[in-house]
């Protein structure tokens, strides 16, 4: 259209105006090309005159129509333009409430400055799954579309957020990461998905601060990558920071705070364990009170502090990490407070010794306070031959401790940093990442300085980014579509970014600078006038010589050179860190150490190779360290560069947060700062790029929807809408161009015409005017003639005369009709007369037969008062039945219901002691063997702590040697003049830290200390639950030392055993054992044996009841006499048999002397007797010894012969030898337990001994706290007490009631078999009489009907369990009973109970269930599979409830069915198990089924056409409107819903699933169906229409409406919500003998009973 078309009368434009920008007007006068002004009228009603600039013909810019003002994608507006985006911003935001805006791929996001119902959990699941067009903008769009780009494409994302201070940058990476946490959660029980939202509270507090825009605003800048696994789970997350301010640390402005951090610790500092920072109020402290408000209204630092506190745990750090983290942040206080004093000659000052935060500082820190207090007000300067010491002013020292400070804070940051990292990584192989960039937007302030200068150019890099990804965009659309198109400029700012990062840029002349010895602001501001004068983005400030402007992408910034050189530096004297690297706490000292100096953990994955550092005896000359060179724009611009790679192997999608107002007002717009921050952000950019091509865009659906009245009836039949769209544009074309010419003729021709109509018109007027004029002259004539005449009054006359006949004739109808009406009168008169006349004779026949009926009607009457009579009695006497009935039936229920609370009660008795027997039923084999392997684990990590902790504190050492010695070689020599610059960093750029898979290394102490926390924490809410677990940790650790002693000695008396060995080589140990064992036993033995086993039992009971009460030192000496007493009378024993076997020997003797002659007659006695009662175990070692007592009598045996023939005396003797022996053995043996008793006892005196003493301890800390504190500590003691008391009380309990439970079941059990043996008894005696009364006759054996049992073999369990559960597919059984699996499964374990055998029972239903559980988890997206075993459990727990004997269940079995009933078990404890089973397979049913319908609902139910006629409901958001792709395969109709309805239906009748189930079923899926359309229509614009009204009736018509729920009002419905299940009972008509076993499931093993 041409430029006077568009603006013509009544068109409104917009323009510009100092306050609101743009100001809206209207044109009064059509304009010309080439005028100079333009007539407009404001909307005040002012008329105002545009002036119209001929040279550039730049008019006024048009305002779009009021259709398309308030859209939710500024590229959708007709004219793109920068007041049509600024006022649809606005009116979205002031009018409608809405906060985001898209903007191509942008997401505007607009602070409201109050809290807002929309980011729920109701709102992630509403956006969860949905394409980004469909719903209103949102963060969780813009997550939800990148998390799903990232699964469909397998590309990394990345999600950009920037804005200025107080735009809302941090709140929007907030909600995106708790979006994906909650739509991606962690597969595992790492909860990783928790521990990414817990950084957040830590990152605030270290990292965020108030300001004069923003109450929480983030001084630094960072990129979170969130790992995802194959399967899209959080598996882990890591975390890069940018730009730390901390210059915040040291200076604050006024009415703005420090970081967070310090005023919630000042907070807590009234806390008990932080009692030791000396920390007092805010106010007091000069880092934190410089702008004069410490507090934040509506922000309470003690609750925040708490939080951060919580947050430390949830991630891992320990309590000591925390006390040592929180006294680095106190240190820092102080060291602000340490005052400085100057000297007389002003070139040198000093601190006083007594400064009580400098000792509070040195103290925290762990460093000598001699050497901090001397090095912060000297510094060292170190030549190629000496080493001076100079001393500093005043404002040098303070200069040098506000960079010690801020260094501290630097380091501390970067180690909280690296150490949330640790813990959220994670040993799994990462898939794909998100990444979350929350950075600082452009800044322009009245004085810019370094910090300024670094964010603006990070924004030029981003901006150069933004700009190329959507130029490729744009280009890639237009390929797709294959439109041609020229090249479009855009706006490219590399020659801005050269001109600072290039060689000889902005940046490199600052560090060059930085590098000369004497380098000044002003040389360096200089240097740049001189080199970038000629550029094109640098400019010259006319009054200034230290200023200098950079023309930024966004605006032109003014940049003060004062103070870059320092802040490049960012110098720290080196002594001062050499002192905080010699700190005894090993935190402070890990702070400041470089990377060469650490020890890295040893390796222990495969491959991994000790190496041995070697170090040399002399100290090694200090190299160059090249980071010291590196400053802190050479470290920012590496770290940015890095991003940059980052960002673009990524996928980016961009959030640019807007600030309304500076005065943090809610809902508030001021469209100055609104203009600045999108000129600034880069989005009026993005809709320049668009406008350059083809900035109108129409889907065909939506050119369809809203041109179809064009479109003629017999076009609307076919059905490619892309057809139909080009054929009405060519036809409108065509019909505008045949018809311009026609449309000019026929305007022309009809002035014409018109004008002649006009000239014939105004004649004609005139004629018919004279010619009536005449007519009425001549009528008027005529008239008056005619009244004069006779004939006149005759026509007169002649209407009077019609009117007479007609009366006449009128009056002739009425006598004919009042004739015929007297006739008919007449006629009825006399039939009534003849009517009376009857009547009255049949009244007299009447009365003379009534005489006659009286008698008869009294006798009836008389009857019925009998009936009446014997009908209130019988009345009477039912009512007296019915009081007794209803009484009896009162008392009945009250028994029913007493029973029934009893039996209840004894089910959840039940219940609680099987859940406790299955808890306590584990292997003790394989818990033994992973504690084994736990406790190898866990040694071999405190030993690599250990080693690692003594490096450490030999570094530490070895640093703080190198300081004294060095102070003592400056204390001999002379000061000088140099200094020393540092490579620490004040303003650090990058903390990309690697990850490690553990989160802390320590020494053990804290890592028990550490799993105390944990434990706690998981078990607060069990209190008892965690005593006892602490109760056994410790008889387990007793326990381990009892066996590591035992394990010492076994080793002792092997190594005893071996030498032995082989000290005996020539004698064969395994005869002399096996004779020594058949030799020490004898009949003679056995009471003094007895004797023995009484004194170590009486023994062994003093020493138990010692250990239970052990708190008297009486008892304790009683048992030690009863011990010595034993011990003696076994020593005296021991002396009469010595002294028996020596009078034998004498005499053997002697017998020897007289009869030597005789020696080779003796008989051979064999000393290998075999004693009939040698079963008992003796000790190897005994009964070597015995066999060598017998060996040396043998050689002897040759005499005894002389002595008695018989060898009466040799076994005499040989038995006393045996009996000598076997008592020293045993008596060995005693004193070994004696042995074991006593050192048992030494280690429980021990144990009391370390007992007393941490009470001790804990006695003298109470006494150092406050009375409130002591009664308090006491309380929590006692309580402690009663509550292990109670717990052994409990303990036993338990166990007395398991005794009595089993004795009872065996009671049971024992009367059955009785009865059982009673009856067969009975029924043999009735057989025997029966015998001896009749003859003996052959009977024959009758085969056995079939009972209804299945027996199978126990080694075949796994197999029927393969076969009926693990590998059985629904189709093998089509044609068969439903639920067949059930009922085989419940013959086989009514078998079992047929037979008594409990423990197949057992392992059957066990194994069902496992088998069960394995193949949903296999199967969990299978509907037909879940179904199936959803079936058959609720089948398998109706029988097991039919034939359960209870007669509440029998009310509808058969005789037949009463007969299958268990006699044996009561299974009620495995009938809550598969009613649990039942509820978990019923709940993946109904995820299954959502999961299938959910991809359908908005698609069938708002957007399909259901009623022929009727435009479907198509998304009206524009986010996709540059794609012309007709509507893919994703979009379904409400009969595809209904058809999976109904599969549904069929599949789970088919399988034989309860109707009361599948009821519940179909009530979940259409609450969801409903839940999910309504929430997709709330969260839709335009949906307020006649057709879409008509469309959601008619699908919601063909749905079932849902029940009234009374749930909590909120702004969506909860789709997930599910409905309590129940399971009714619902017997089974069918016998077990009735069911057979198809040969598909292959069960021949087996057998029918």
Request: proline letters at 3%; glycine letters at 4%.
């Amino acid at each position: 259209m041409s430029v006077s078309e568009l603006y013509s009368q009544f068109t409104r434009v917009w323009i510009p105006d100092p306050d609101e920008v743009w100001r809206s007007a209207e044109i009064v006068k059509d304009y010309k090309e080439g005028e100079k002004i333009l007539q407009l009228k404001l909307e005040d009603e002012t008329v105002q005159e545009y002036p119209v600039d001929l040279s550039s013909n730049q008019l006024p810019f048009l305002r779009n129509p009021d259709i398309l003002v308030g859209e939710n994608d500024l590229t959708a507006l007709s004219y793109l333009h920068e007041p049509a985006v600024l006022h649809n911003l606005k009116v979205r935001f002031l009018e409608s409430n809405h906060i985001y805006t898209y903007c191509g791929i942008v997401l505007v996001a607009i602070n409201p400055y109050e809290q807002l119902p929309i980011y729920g959990q109701d709102v992630i699941y509403a956006y969860s799954g949905q394409n980004m067009g469909d719903m209103d903008p949102h963060i969780f769009a813009v997550a939800e579309e990148a998390y799903k780009q990232m699964a469909r494409d397998e590309k990394n994302q990345s999600i950009i957020v920037s804005g200025e201070s107080g735009a809302g940058k941090t709140v929007s990476a907030k909600y995106a990461m708790r979006y994906f946490a909650t739509v991606g959660g962690s597969a595992s029980e790492t909860n990783i998905e928790e521990k990414v939202l817990a950084s957040s509270p830590i990152m605030e507090a270290i990292g965020n601060a108030k300001t004069t825009r923003n109450d929480n605003s983030s001084r630094f800048g960072k990129y979170i990558q969130i790992g995802f696994d194959k399967r899209y789970h959080i598996i882990g997350a890591n975390m890069r920071t940018y730009l730390l301010e901390k210059s915040r640390v040291v200076f604050q402005a006024d009415e703005e705070r420090n970081y967070h951090i310090f005023y919630q610790l000042c907070a807590a500092a009234s806390l008990p364990e932080f009692k030791e920072l000396a920390l007092t109020c805010a106010e007091d402290f000069f880092y934190v009170s410089q702008g004069r408000d410490t507090a934040i209204e509506g922000v309470d630092d003690a609750e925040d502090f708490e939080k951060t506190r919580q947050a430390f745990t949830l991630l891992g750090v320990r309590e000591s990490h925390q006390i040592n983290i929180f006294k680095i942040i106190a240190s820092i206080l102080h060291l602000g407070n340490v005052e400085i004093q100057a000297e007389r000659d002003g070139d040198s000052c000093s601190i006083s010794p007594q400064d009580e935060h400098l000792r509070n500082f040195c103290q925290l820190l762990g460093v000598e306070h001699s050497q901090m207090e001397h090095w912060l007000c000297h510094r060292k300067l170190v030549t190629t031959s000496e080493t001076y010491v100079k001393t500093m002013s005043v404002q040098q020292v303070v200069n040098a401790r506000n960079a010690l400070a801020k260094h501290i804070y630097a380091q501390l940051f970067n180690w909280i940093v690296e150490h949330i990292n640790k813990a959220l990584h994670t040993s799994l192989k990462q898939h794909s990442f998100i990444g979350v960039l929350d950075i600082y937007g452009f800044e322009t302030f009245e004085v810019n300085s370094f910090e300024q200068f670094c964010i603006n150019y990070a924004n030029e890099k981003l901006q150069q980014q933004f700009n190329s990804h959507v130029f490729k965009l744009e280009q890639e659309e237009y390929m797709k579509e294959q439109i041609p198109w020229t090249l479009i400029d855009f706006y490219d700012n590399q020659p801005c970014i050269d001109l600072i990062e290039a060689k000889l840029g902005i940046l490199d002349l600052l560090d060059e600078e930085c590098k000369v010895p004497k380098g000044t602001d002003q040389n360096w501001a200089q240097k740049l006038y001189d080199r970038h004068s000629s550029s094109q983005h640098f400019q010259k400030p006319r009054m200034s010589n230290t200023s200098f402007i950079v023309l930024h992408f966004a605006d032109k910034v003014e940049y003060h050179s004062d103070g870059f050189l320092e802040k490049n530096r960012d110098t720290v004297y080196e002594e001062q860190i050499n002192i905080l690297k010699a700190s005894k706490f090993p935190l402070v000292a890990d702070l400041f150490q470089d990377d060469k100096d650490t020890v890295p953990a040893p390796s222990s994955g495969k491959g991994a190779s000790s190496k041995i550092s070697v170090r040399s005896a002399r100290p090694p000359m200090k190299a160059a360290n090249k980071e010291h060179k590196k400053t802190v724009g050479h470290q920012f611009r590496t770290s940015l560069n890095l991003l940059m790679e980052t960002l673009n192997a990524t996928t980016p999608h961009y959030v640019r947060c807007i600030k309304p107002n500076d005065e943090k007002l809610p809902f508030h717009f001021d469209p100055k700062r609104a203009v600045q921050q999108l000129r600034a952000c880069g989005v009026l950019e993005t809709i320049r790029i668009s406008a350059a091509g083809y900035p109108s865009r129409w889907t065909y659906h939506d050119f369809f929807n809203r041109y179809r009245v064009l479109i003629k009836k017999r076009e609307l039949s076919n059905t490619d809408k892309k057809a139909i769209c080009k054929n009405v544009l060519e036809n409108l074309i065509k019909i505008l161009l045949e018809h311009k010419a026609t449309r000019i003729q026929k305007y022309a021709r009809g002035w014409m015409a018109r004008r002649r109509f006009l000239q014939f018109r105004s004649a004609a007027i005139i004629i018919q005017c004279a010619f009536r004029r005449l007519k009425a002259r001549q009528e008027l004539k005529a008239l008056k003639i005619e009244a004069r005449s006779a004939e006149h009054l005759k026509r007169l006359n002649v209407g009077m005369e019609n009117k007479v006949v007609q009366l006449q004739r009128k009056i002739d109808d009425q006598n004919k009709e009042f004739r015929s009406l007297t006739e008919q009168l007449s006629t009825v008169t006399s039939a009534h007369n003849m009517e009376v006349e009857k009547l009255k004779k049949e009244l007299v026949r009447y009365q003379q037969n009534q005489g006659g009926d009286d008698s008869q009607r009294l006798s009836l009457q008389e009857e019925i008062e009998n009936l009446r009579t014997k009908l209130q009695k019988a009345h009477s006497e039912r009512k007296i039945l019915e009081d007794i009935h209803s009484q009896e039936k009162d008392e009945l229920k009250k028994r029913v219901l007493d029973l029934e609370q009893e039996n209840a009660l004894l089910k959840d008795e039940k219940e609680m002691l099987n859940n406790q027997i299955l808890c306590q039923s584990k292997d003790e084999f394989a818990q033994n063997s992973v504690k084994e392997n736990l406790l190898m684990k866990k040694d071999l990590e405190e030993e690599r702590s250990r080693y690692q902790n003594l490096v450490k504190e030999y570094s530490r050492l070895e640093q703080r040697y190198d300081n004294l010695r060095d102070e003592m070689t400056i204390i001999k020599q002379t000061p000088g003049h140099r200094r020393n610059p540092s490579n620490q960093s004040s303003l650090e750029s990058d903390s990309n830290y690697p990850s490690v898979s553990t989160s802390e290394i320590g020494d053990t102490e804290d890592a028990i200390q550490q799993v105390e926390e944990m434990g706690l924490e998981k078990a607060a809410m069990d209190m008892s639950v965690f005593l006892k677990l602490q109760k056994r940790v410790r008889e387990l650790e007793q326990e381990r030392k009892k066996l590591q002693t035992q394990l010492e000695k076994k080793e002792q008396q092997e190594n005893k055993k071996v030498q032995v060995v082989e000290s005996k080589n020539g004698i064969d140990a395994d005869q002399d054992a096996d004779l020594a064992y058949n030799s020490l036993k004898r009949q003679e033995l056995e009471s003094e044996n007895k004797k023995l086993k009484n004194e170590l039992n009486e023994l062994r009971k003093a020493v138990a009841d010692h250990a239970t009460q052990n708190d008297s030192n009486h008892e304790v000496q009683d048992s030690y006499a009863l011990l010595l007493n034993q011990l003696k009378s076994a020593n005296e024993e021991l002396e009469v048999r010595k002294e028996e076997v020596l009078i034998l020997r004498t005499q053997i003797v002697s017998a020897d002397q007289r009869k030597h002659a005789g020696k080779s007659m003796e008989p051979n006695i064999n000393a290998r007797t075999s004693w009939p009662n040698s079963e008992k175990h003796v000790d190897q070692e005994d009964a070597i010894e015995a066999y060598h007592g017998v060996c040396q009598t043998n050689s002897k045996t040759e005499d005894w012969g002389y002595l008695n023939e018989d060898g009466e005396l040799g076994l005499a003797y040989q038995g006393l030898k045996q009996v000598a022996r076997l008592l020293e053995a045993q008596l060995q043996a005693q004193s070994r337990e004696h042995e074991e008793e006593m050192e048992s006892l030494k280690s429980q005196i021990e144990t009391l001994k370390d007992e007393m003493d941490k009470q001790q301890q804990t006695f003298c800390q109470t006494l150092l706290l406050s009375p409130e504190a002591q009664v308090e500590f006491g309380v929590q003691q006692e309580i402690s007490r009663l509550t292990n008391e109670n717990l052994d009380l409990k303990e036993l309990v338990e166990k007395l009631e398991k005794n009595e439970k089993k004795l009872k079941k065996q009671l049971k059990i024992y009367m059955k078999k009785v009865q059982d043996l009673e009856a067969a008894q009975a029924l043999a005696q009735s057989e025997r009489k029966r015998h001896e009364l009749t003859r003996q006759v052959t009977v024959q054996r009758k085969e056995k009907d079939f009972q209804g049992m299945l027996e199978y073999y126990k080694e075949d369990e796994p197999l029927l369990i393969r076969n009926l559960v693990t590998d059985l597919k629904p189709q093998m059984l089509s044609g068969t009973v439903p639920c067949l699996p059930a009922y085989i499964l419940y013959m086989c374990i009514r078998h079992a109970d047929y037979v008594n055998d409990d423990l197949k029972v057992h392992s059957l239903l066990t194994s069902t269930i496992n088998g069960i559980k394995k193949v949903l988890k296999k199967h969990n997206d299978d509907f037909e599979m879940t179904s199936f075993w959803l079936s058959n459990t609720c089948r398998l727990l109706h029988c097991l409830k039919q034939y359960s004997g209870d007669e509440g269940f029998m009310t509808q079995n058969t005789p037949k069915q009463n007969e299958h009933c268990l006699k044996n078990f009561d299974l009620t404890e495995y009938r809550q198990v598969l009613s649990d089973l039942s509820i978990q397979i019923y709940q993946q049913l109904i995820k299954i089924a959502e999961g299938m319908l959910q991809p359908m609902i908005v698609s069938a139910m708002l957007e399909n056409e259901s009623i022929q006629g009727l435009s479907g409901v198509k998304p009206t958001g524009y986010r996709k409107r540059s794609s012309s792709m007709v509507d893919g395969d994703n979009s379904y109709s409400l009969d595809a819903i209904i058809r999976q309805m109904n599969s549904f239906h069929s599949v789970m009748c088919d399988q034989g699933l309860d109707p009361e189930i599948i009821q519940q079923v179909f009530k979940q899926l259409f609450y969801m169906i409903n839940a999910v359309a309504l929430n997709n229509l709330l969260l839709r614009k335009d949906v307020c229409s006649w057709s879409t009204g008509m469309q959601l009736r008619h699908s919601i018509i063909l749905l079932a409406q849902l029940q009234d729920r009374n749930d909590p009002q909120q702004l969506l419905l909860d789709f997930k919500h599910m409905f309590p299940v129940l399971f009714p009972f619902n017997p089974s008509s069918l016998t077990m003998d009735s069911i057979h076993i198809p040969a598909v499931l292959n069960l021949e093993f087996l057998n029918e009973v």
